[in-house]
Structures are given as C-alpha cells and as structure tokens.
C-alpha cells in the first residue's frame, strides 16, 4: 500500500527550535514526498536556515509570506498552512500533515502512523503524544491531552478524510473541531501513547507570543467559539486545577469563557456537529472520556463513507 505523504509547516521565527524538526524529518524511516514549509513573515534566521535544507533536500519547499508585524496562532496559522496547501494538487497523495517546528520526532513516526491507519481503515486522523522537558529536572513530562483528538502539533491526515471534513476551520480550536467533524462522519481521530511515537514538544503546550496565561485565555475563548457547553467547560477547568500555572491557569480558561459569553461574541454555526459533540462531551462526564471515545466510534460506524461527498463548512466557520 503507499506510503505518500506530504507535509506542510507553518512557521514564524523558529531558529530557537527548528533544526531538531527539520533534522527529525529529513532522517525518517519513509521521507515525505514533499514537504511545504510557510515562512509566515519571519524576522530571524529561519529563512536562511530553511534555504540551507532546501538546497540539500529537492523534497522541501519554501513558500514565503510578508511579515504581518507578529505571530498569529489559531486563525493565522491555518491561513499560513493554506497558503502552502493551494500550490499543490493534494490528490497527488495519500496522506496530509499539518506539522509545527518546534518538536522532536522519532525517526519512525510516519512510518509507524502509516502502518497504524493502514491497519484500520476508519482511522481517519492520528498521532503520537507530546512530551515536555521538565525546566528543573530535565525530565520529559507527558502534555495533557485526550486520545480522542490527534494532536495539533503534528495532525497527520489520510487525504480523503482531510477533504470530507472540509479541511481546517480558520479560527481558534481548529485543531478540536476537526476532530469532532471527524466523528459526526464516521471517522475515528486519535492519540495515542505509544512509547515508538512519543515525541518532544520544545515550546510548551498552551504557551503563546505573549504568555501561558493569555494562551489560557485564548483556550477558554476557543471552548466557546466550539460550541462547548458551560457544564462541561467548567468540569474542565475543575479537572485542570492541578496543571501549571495551577489555580491561575484555570481561572484564565474560564474567563476566556465568560468573558466570550458576555460580549456576544459569534460561535461556530454547526448545528448538527455541535449536538454530536455535546453528546459527546456529556457522556465523557458521566461515563469518563475512554468509554465515550468506545461509544462514540461504534455510534458513528454506519456514518463512515470514505467517499463521501466534502463537508459543507458553513460560510460562518471560515
């Protein structure tokens, strides 16, 4: 069966982590047949560092964006990764991967991804999970992060599911909603913690230009943006009082909640994805995620068309 896959990385100012990324991928077990990095404005050393790896690899492409003054997570990294997704024909490959450059991959990652969806056909998304280098004991720290959901740090795709969901959301939660899409489908989207594709995230989960706290925020807005419940936010704030930054980083969550709320600000305009996920997120509080993950993935198995028609986002989502 084929092993083609093409990767594309938004990037911004990456000389701090990128060449472990760039180093990880070029040495891969199974190289990618291309690979699409975005260089979204940076003001560094990143071009000159991309522009080495090119000359060296005829694989690696570099695609330039202006610099837009700053860093642009959610919205503006999906409208760097799209830059890179409209100069091919994605039809020309089997798999799609959205990848960050601040992480330490194993040498057989994809191989072992594309072993893994090859064995199950309804594996439509899927990843390893991340780790952390702990700042004190130089210990690596598992990142919160449930196995419903590939991570967006490295969401490798089979190409067919990528297009039936409509491709990425441009807005903050892509990397959820896609999931859930996923699902309402009858695809199955997962993580998981197998020591072979445990990887390193060197920039922390959550964290972002301007501090962990903002991107909490950021996180409690996306919750609502989603289409999240209140019940089920607050159960997650509660659940999350023990991670860093501890009390403070909950209470940011839940007022990039509220605070959304209050203003009135737009929600995803998904009806049927939303009632699916709520579902979804109800029976996670009441039977725990691993056995609502179980029943959501049986439920949805008559859903599952691989050749589906694409998704419909509606004009509202983009």
């Known amino acids: ?54 000359e060296q690899y005829d694989f690696i492409q ?39 450059l601040d992480l330490d991959l194993p040498l057989a990652y994809f191989q072992i991804l594309i072993e893994k969806m090859q064995g199950e056909p309804r594996l439509g998304t899927y990843s390893g999970k991340p780790y952390f280098i702990h700042d004190k004991t130089n210990e690596l720290v598992a990142e919160v992060c449930g196995d419903e959901s590939s991570v967006g740090m490295t969401k ?87 991670k860093k930054p501890y009390v403070m980083g909950s209470f940011a969550t839940l007022w990039g909640y509220l605070k959304s709320a209050i203003t009135g600000v737009e929600r995803l305009d998904d009806p049927d994805m939303i009632k699916l996920m709520r579902r979804f997120q109800w029976r996670c509080l009441v039977s725990g995620k691993t056995k609502a993950v179980q029943k959501a993935n049986i439920d949805s198995s008559n859903s599952w068309d691989p050749e589906k028609e694409i998704y419909q986002i509606p004009s509202k989502a983009n």
């Open 62 to 100: 570099i695609v330039k964006r202006k610099n837009r003054g700053h860093r642009s997570v959610g919205p503006g990294v999906i409208e760097a990764f799209y830059e890179g997704y409209n100069t091919i024909n994605v039809d020309d490959y089997d798999y799609i991967c959205k990848l960050d």
């Open 156 to 242: 490798f795709y089979r190409v067919n599911c990528f297009k039936q969901i409509g491709g990425f959301v441009k807005q903050v939660m892509w990397d959820g909603i896609d999931s859930h899409r996923c699902r309402f489908l009858g695809w199955i989207s997962a993580s998981e913690d197998d020591p072979r594709i445990r990887f390193t995230h060197l920039r922390p989960m959550g964290s972002s230009q301007q501090s962990i706290i903002t991107g909490r925020v950021r996180h409690g807005f996306g919750q609502y943006f989603m289409g999240t419940s209140f019940i089920y936010m607050f159960a997650s704030v509660v659940f999350r009082l023990n």
């Open 1 to 54: 069966m084929s092993q083609n896959y093409l990767i594309i990385s938004p990037c911004r100012n990456e000389e701090q982590y990128m060449c472990q990324t760039l180093d990880s991928v070029v040495n891969q077990t199974i190289k990618p047949k291309k690979w699409i990095i975005v260089d979204d404005g940076s003001t560094d050393s990143t071009a000159e560092i991309l522009n080495g790896y090119a």
